[in-house]
């Protein structure tokens, strides 16, 4: 059964406006879906701190730290030496007291005891140096934690970023399919020409060939997403929208600050200059040879049939006082000193720019975007208003439809970059901001 123009208008008076709403309610609806991988950001943060397993791997790294300083806490080994002791007796052998029984009245036996003592607080410099290779690890496991949360929070916008994508692609596809096939069907029956159907239809190919290549962006970026969660970030659904953003005021001064004092590779450099202090100070304490006190006894071995003595031993420093492991370590702490003020330029800059980028993208969102954005609703409502009333010719409200979306999604896009810029800012000073 065939229909009249004015019943394939009605249908596409339905159409547009369930087009209309559906790009109106698309991200809320999914966000009331009921399912266990519909998470917000803040849920998908705390799995990937409870199931990550570069962070579990790395948390082993202060756990060796600490075993590296009871190491260096404890004193070296004495050393016990046995000598001199003969298996048989010869005609010149002297007759002694038995040891273990009749057993030992013509044995002899030299034993000593060594001691190395360690001079110039060298024992209590390398403690101060262990300890400061665990602050070392403590700074890099939070260095390593900043870097993957913020590649996480970036993976999490482009996945919201496709996800509305996604949204509104398949409210296209969706009025250009149902168009398709009441065109198709008026096509049959004479009511419209082959044109017009085929124009609907490479529309359909084409909106539907978009969102194919969207949702394989989405199951690639979700895979990347669940790297960072393990088994618990499949399927991953995030419920918060992009929206409009937030904006912060800038106080580049004070996030100045806030990077100088809370970046932790920025704190690995002044640990390296501690450290670099510290090997200077153990290297300078090798200039002072340790000491070796030993305690020596021998049976029949001197005038003495049991001697018992004590002895001191030193090397004395002529040729060898660590002059070249002095120098390597006063060299390292120069270098040190100038990678600090290089970093701190470094991070002064890209303050500076950051901010700049910020200010100009809100200035663009704000004066011209929301507006626009705004425009672009009201006109769509207008051009299938006019669409229904015959005032415009199919491909006119195609062209206009094709218009609206590549201007929905490049305002989509800037504001997500806005959004990117704020996770650059957090990342950048080394803290979450308001």
């Known amino acids: 059964m065939s229909l009249s123009f004015v019943e394939i208008q009605n249908k596409v008076r339905k159409i547009s406006i369930t087009f209309i709403l559906f790009l109106s309610l698309c991200g809320g609806l999914s966000a009331q879906e009921v399912n266990e991988n519909h998470l917000h950001k803040s849920e998908i943060e705390q799995l990937f701190l409870t199931h990550n397993l570069r962070l579990m791997a790395q948390r082993f790294q202060i756990k060796q730290a600490d075993a590296a300083i009871l190491q260096a806490k404890l004193w070296p080994n004495p050393t016990i030496a046995i000598s001199e002791v003969n298996l048989w007796k010869n005609p010149s052998s002297e007759s002694f007291p038995a040891l273990i029984g009749k057993y030992g009245k013509y044995q002899q036996v030299a034993m000593e005891l060594e001691q190395t003592i360690e001079i110039a607080g060298k024992r209590k410099k390398r403690i101060q140096f262990q300890q400061l290779e665990k602050e070392n690890a403590q700074l890099q496991f939070e260095e390593l934690l900043r870097n993957l949360k913020y590649d996480l929070r970036s993976q999490v916008l482009e996945l919201q970023l496709l996800q509305e994508k996604e949204c509104l692609y398949s409210s296209q596809v969706d009025v250009f399919e149902k168009l398709s096939q009441s065109y198709l069907n008026q096509w049959k029956a004479g009511n419209v020409s ?3 159907y085929l124009r609907i239809r490479s529309e359909a190919r084409a909106f539907n060939n978009r969102l194919n290549e969207i949702q394989q962006q989405k199951i690639a970026k979700k895979n990347e997403v669940a790297r960072y969660l393990g088994t618990a970030g499949r399927e991953l659904y995030v419920v918060d929208s992009i929206g409009t953003p937030a904006f912060i005021q800038p106080r580049p001064k004070e996030w100045k600050m806030m990077a100088l004092e809370n970046r932790s590779d920025y704190k690995i450099i002044h640990n390296e200059f501690k450290k670099g202090k510290a090997q200077l100070e153990i290297e300078k304490a090798g200039r002072i040879p340790d000491l070796q006190v030993s305690i020596n006894y021998d049976r029949g071995g001197n005038i003495m049939r049991d001697f018992v003595g004590l002895g001191v031993a030193v090397d004395l420093p002529l040729f060898n006082r660590n002059q070249g492991n002095i120098r390597i370590a006063s060299l390292e702490l120069e270098k ?13 800059r890209e303050v500076d720019f950051l901010t700049s980028r910020l200010v100009h993208l809100e200035s663009s969102l704000k004066s011209g975007d929301t507006e626009f954005d705004h425009k672009l ?12 009333q015959r005032r415009l010719t199919l491909v006119e409200f195609i062209d206009f439809i094709n218009n609206y979306m590549e201007n929905k999604e490049a305002i989509l896009e800037r504001k997500t970059k806005y959004l990117q810029y704020k996770e650059e800012l957090i990342y950048l000073i080394g803290k979450d901001i308001a």
């Open 194 to 196: 082959e044109m017009d």
């Open 377 to 388: 609703d009201v006109a769509l409502e207008r051009y299938v208003r006019n669409f229904q």
């Open 336 to 348: 040190n000193k100038v990678e600090m003020e290089q970093f701190r330029l470094d991070i002064v």
